[in-house]
């Protein structure tokens, strides 16, 4: 996984189910990417890739 904030969000969430969301796939222009609430104030936008991993 990469991590292009710097931040180590990426490898915090190298799992979909962390988090206290849960994932939702994003809609209108956005396919393929999804949604998930990591805390109260903030929410992870990303992409899977099957290739990937």
């Given at each position: 996984m990469?991590?292009?904030?710097?931040?180590?969000t990426?490898?915090?969430?190298?799992?979909?189910?962390?988090?206290?969301?849960?994932?939702?796939?994003?809609?209108?222009?956005?396919?393929?990417?999804?949604?998930?609430?990591?805390?109260?104030?903030?929410r992870?936008?990303?992409?899977?890739?099957?290739?990937?991993?």
């Amino acid at each position: 996984m990469i991590d292009a904030t710097g931040d180590g969000t990426a490898d915090d969430f190298d799992s979909w189910q962390a988090g206290i969301g849960k994932p939702e796939p994003l809609k209108g222009e956005l396919p393929g990417y999804w949604s998930q609430r990591t805390d109260d104030e903030h929410r992870l936008v990303y992409r899977a890739d099957a290739a990937a991993g």
